[in-house]
């Protein structure tokens, strides 16, 4: 080994170490998460979620940064410098989130960790029951000591909206408990001691949850509305997130165009399906078209997933992971008023036996209309991009890459934009082409045209809540209590939102740029492989790592 490898090869192991002791500590500081990638030696750990927590974290990144930083790019071996350059994208992002976002400081969220921190070990079985509703128990003992952690933290600028959405989820938090405790009665017995001991620690998080409850109350009744990022800060996230150099006006007018143009497109095939009705007359008639309960849109949507996986196998359009498995369950009552519609948790990269969850909500706030929202057409398309190649297919392939740090980085034009473009992509290659797939295909690509344009105008303070929901209810045609539901979600996840649609255009351009590149070497499957197999990276990362693909 030569002077240069053997620098090399040392600094390599360096940064290495750097990004492997970050790791760890992200491990034991966030446990849920760490539930969630499989990794069980925090199972019976809440966070400390205190002001005190957040401010230590946002330390942490800063020391990451410096860190890697400090570690010559010079000095590292190609591999390692992408690695190194995508440490510093992630880390920026980090600490923008937590210092100058800093949602923490003005929506108690308390629901969020106690609720995922079950959830997450409830919904997989990776250990035998009995050993999760142990963890369960302990983790129902600590929500009081969050919640209290949560109310101490809240600053003087509380956001009326999104304290709003904690105060709904806390009041369906018992039926999530009323699971568990049904599984602890099959698992040990009415009388056991272990099961005493769930029931004790449920009826005192019930107890702190009801203080919280009146608590959130009076938080609402004087909080304010101020949500929006701001225009100089939403600017300089749109730049911290690398969209391709693209800054937030520019954005908003690829989600101006790309409305118009999906309206267009929607339009003609209406007209295909029958010329003599109007457009909101085809519409309606194909939502209605839609499984008779909502068991009945369960299997509905595990059949079109499932064909949709076939399709992927047999026309060869990309590697599906070895031993990759999906269930699909209705969403826990605590996500419903920010899930609307159906999503996705990925399988834990760690877990013996990695499985994915589809979630679909039946409705949201009772909604008599919503099975509309499930019409075979729609739960085609969602099921593409939720399940196969879309989320599940990615985020699998994502897992086999051995990098820690890609574990942590988010890239959600990529994560979103991959399910969006895997909607067009199979709709190209031939599966559910016909006139009624493709107008619901156009009808989601509208309302996520309409994600980019609210987006923007929310976080720069062009527009307000109710004007964004009339916007959405206008340009999609969905019932007021699901445009409501995500429309508040887009107020609190600024340039996420917008990530879906800008994501597939992006990704459009890079498969053009790669086709027109490679010539008649292009291969669509190789294509995507190398994406999914890369990890969830930013797509200004999957560009560099394309450029090496010589078509062989």
């Not at 405790?181 to 449920?202: D, H, K």
């Not at 797939?437 to 303070?461: E, K, N, P, Q």
């Amino acid at each position: 080994m030569n002077e240069q490898a053997a620098r090399s090869t040392q600094a390599d192991d360096r940064f290495k170490q750097v990004v492997k002791a970050f790791f760890d500590r992200f491990v034991v500081r966030e446990p849920v998460l760490a539930t969630f990638l499989g990794i069980h030696t925090e199972d019976g750990r809440l966070a400390d979620t205190t002001r005190e927590a957040k401010e230590a974290a946002l330390q942490e990144s800063r020391r990451f940064l410096a860190d890697v930083e400090a570690i010559e790019a010079s000095e590292l071996s190609a591999e390692q410098q992408f690695e190194r350059d995508l440490a510093i994208h992630a880390a920026r992002r980090w600490i923008f989130d937590d210092e100058i976002h800093h949602v923490w400081e003005r929506r108690a969220s308390a629901m969020d960790e106690v609720g995922d921190g079950l959830f997450s070990l409830f919904a997989r079985d990776f250990a035998p029951l009995p050993e999760r509703l142990a963890s369960m128990t302990s983790r129902l003992e600590e929500a009081p000591r969050v919640i209290d952690e949560n109310r101490r933290r809240l600053g003087d600028r509380p956001v009326r909206l999104w304290n709003e959405l904690e105060l709904e989820s806390a009041g369906e938090m018992g039926s999530l408990f009323e699971e568990i405790l049904a599984a602890g009665r099959g698992a040990w017995g009415a009388g056991s001691i272990e099961q005493r001991r769930l029931e004790g620690a449920s009826q005192r998080a019930l107890g702190a949850i009801e203080d919280y409850r009146g608590w959130l109350q009076e938080v609402i009744g004087s909080a304010g509305q101020d949500f929006p990022l701001g225009g100089e800060n939403y600017e300089e996230l749109v730049r911290l997130r690398g969209f391709d150099g693209l800054d937030a006006s520019q954005i908003l007018e690829i989600g101006v165009q790309q409305l118009a143009d999906n309206k267009s497109a929607r339009a003609r095939v209406a007209r295909q399906i029958d010329p003599d009705a109007t457009e909101a007359e085809v519409l309606d008639r194909v939502k209605s078209n839609h499984p008779t309960d909502f068991q009945a849109a369960l299997e509905a949507y595990r059949e079109a997933m499932f064909r949709a996986r076939d399709f992927v196998v047999e026309r060869d359009l990309a590697t599906l992971p070895e031993g990759e498995a999906l269930e699909v369950i209705a969403t826990p009552d605590y996500l419903r008023n920010v899930l609307p519609f159906a999503a996705y948790f990925s399988p834990g990269k760690f877990d013996e036996r990695p499985s994915g969850i589809y979630v679909v909500t039946p409705s949201v706030d009772g909604d008599a209309s919503a099975m509309r929202e499930h019409n075979y057409s729609s739960v085609s398309n969602t099921s593409i991009h939720e399940a196969y190649p879309g989320h599940h297919l990615q985020l699998s392939a994502a897992n086999a890459h051995p990098s820690l740090l890609r574990i942590l980085v988010d890239a959600p034009e990529f994560v979103e934009g991959w399910g969006m473009y895997s909607e067009q992509m199979m709709r190209e290659e031939g599966f559910d082409a016909g006139p009624e797939f493709m107008l619901m295909l156009y009808t989601d690509a509208i309302w996520r045209s309409c994600r980019i344009i609210l987006d923007v105008r929310l976080h720069r303070g062009e527009i307000g809540v109710d004007e964004a929901i009339d916007f959405l209810v206008e340009h999609t045609g969905f019932e007021r209590p699901n445009a409501t539901a995500e429309v508040r979600r887009y107020t609190y996840t600024p340039t996420y939102q917008l990530s879906y649609l800008l994501g597939k255009v992006l990704l459009l351009r890079l498969r053009e740029e790669q086709r027109g590149r490679l010539g008649d070497r292009f291969s669509l499957k190789r294509f995507h492989d190398a994406m999914l197999y890369a990890g969830s990276l930013p797509i200004s990362f999957q560009r560099r790592l394309l450029q090496g693909i010589q078509g062989d």
